[in-house]
């Protein structure tokens, strides 16, 4: 009866069968439902899985847990330089520009023509107004990189410290 007085509130011998029953035989309102959090993500099994994930909460601004799972990169593929230049960026997002020259340093020093690393460097170098550096690593990634996505950036940075 409940049901059809909700579908049809208009229906008179169902509101009518309603009102004459007891209290106690009432129906009662169903309960609101509890929101539902979605379920927590599966972790990661492989260095791929943990980069994925590491750059998303990078690029979305999580630079903790973004730096937790680049962590747990290098745990799997020490010394990767992707994830050294991810823990760099991380810290250049952050402001820790000296942690985060560190971090470039160290993918640099695996292979030091990774053009993320040198940018990496020389925006960390600019922000701490080591502007010298900064020149030094913008022209570095122009030489490695002519026409990389950031050579625009490198140039007007470049002329900039002129």
Not at 93 to 108: V, Y
Request: charged share 25%.
């Amino acid at each position: 009866m409940a049901r059809i007085v909700q579908q049809c509130p208009t229906h008179r011998q169902a509101q009518q069968l309603l009102a004459d029953l007891p209290e106690k035989v009432k129906p009662q309102a169903p309960a609101p439902a509890l929101p539902v959090s979605p379920p927590a993500p599966k972790e990661p099994k492989s260095y791929e899985g943990w980069m994925n994930r590491a750059d998303a909460l990078q690029r979305k601004g999580s630079v903790k847990k973004a730096l937790q799972a680049y962590d747990r990169a290098l745990a799997l593929q020490a010394n990767d330089v992707e994830a050294l230049t991810g823990k760099g960026l991380c810290h250049l997002d952050a402001g820790s520009f000296l942690a985060a020259s560190n971090w470039f340093r160290r993918a640099l020093k695996k292979n030091n023509r990774f053009a993320d690393a040198i940018m990496g460097l020389a925006e960390a170098y600019r922000y701490s107004g080591r502007k010298q550096q900064a020149a030094k690593y913008y022209q570095r990634y122009l030489d490695v990189m002519p026409n990389g996505p950031e050579s625009a950036v490198a140039r007007r940075n470049l002329q900039d410290l002129k």
